[in-house]
């Protein structure tokens, strides 16, 4: 039996490699790709979320929630790794949508329809996973779990020195969801940008003819150019697909109960990941948080869901 589960995000090329991966993996239901601003604002998300799933045109269509910018949005974003769509700057053209609903409704519509059966993977901000939890604060003891990519728990950040993109980007939200009463998965930095891709993962993505393989040969180059130029990296992270792997293949990952905070008002430290590792710890764990993965199994289970992807389109 497939799992039912809601993605959400904000894409990027990182986020429309993971939706690739997980509409096509016969373990997974994806009930519905719900947008967030982060790596691009709200409208380029949901022109982005909407243009993705019309471009895989997947058998089984996920429902889409439109995202809200957020009151404290920082002036920064991830345009110049993704392109000035977000998407390697092929603007995909979209079709208007009726009816749009925003993301947390439909969180919360599914949730409540299929109580205790939903996981949340949150690839972005956490801005409407917060925004549900204020809607409807009895569902949090409905959500099966929430998987979570984002933050540090040793590593620098990739935003700031200290802190990770998207908890900088929305860290009232993310302290939010951490304090709440919901089963987390935390999926930091520290392993998901330690799991790397060279240029020959373009040789192994499925081939152009397929819609995934198309759309994959289209965005992926592009994040290979602009890691090397604007960061000096001769190698590629894929965070949010890495994320996907965590949720389908946990045993790959090695975890930790710990106790985690996100600071909210420091001038240096907006969005930083903290953890009470003291010998005495005073903090209540919180959550599971992925220390170490097996980075070749990894690796090589992201390359078989994309090709797998390519061979249902």
């Not at 519905?32 to 997947?58: S, Y």
């Amino acid at each position: 039996m497939s799992r039912k589960i809601i993605l959400d995000c904000d894409p990027g090329i990182d986020d429309a490699v993971a939706i690739t991966m997980a509409l096509f993996d016969p373990r997974l239901h994806v009930l519905a790709v719900t947008a967030t601003a982060g790596t691009v604002d709200a409208k380029v998300a949901n022109a982005n979320t909407a243009a993705i799933i019309a471009k895989l045109d997947p058998a089984r269509y996920p429902r889409v929630g439109s995202a809200v910018t957020p009151a404290d949005a920082p002036v920064l974003d991830d345009m110049h790794l993704n392109g000035p769509d977000g998407l390697a700057g092929c603007h995909f053209p979209s079709a208007s949508r009726q009816n749009d609903h925003p993301s947390d409704k439909v969180m919360a519509d599914f949730i409540r329809r299929y109580p205790g059966e939903v996981t949340i993977v949150c690839l972005g901000p956490l801005s409407n996973m917060a925004r549900l939890l204020r809607r409807d604060p009895m569902i949090a003891p409905l959500i099966d779990k929430v998987i979570i990519s984002g933050g540090a728990v040793a590593q620098s950040g990739n935003a700031t020195a200290v802190a990770e993109m998207n908890f900088f980007f929305d860290p009232g939200s993310a302290q939010e969801v951490f304090a709440s009463p919901t089963t987390k998965s935390l999926v930091p930095l520290d392993v998901t940008d330690s799991i790397t891709f060279g240029l020959d993962l373009l040789e192994k993505l499925p081939d152009v003819s397929s819609r995934a393989g198309w759309l994959l040969h289209k965005i992926l180059p592009y994040k290979f150019r602009a890691g090397h130029q604007k960061l000096g990296r001769e190698v590629m992270p894929l965070q949010d697909a890495v994320t996907i792997v965590s949720l389908l293949e946990p045993d790959l990952f090695q975890w930790e109960e710990m106790a985690g905070d996100v600071e909210v008002n420091g001038t240096l430290t907006r969005g930083m990941t903290l953890f009470d590792r003291r010998m005495r710890p005073e903090w209540q764990t919180n959550m599971e948080v992925a220390r170490r993965a097996s980075s070749s199994d990894v690796r090589d289970a992201i390359i078989r869901g994309l090709r797998y992807a390519g061979q249902q389109t």
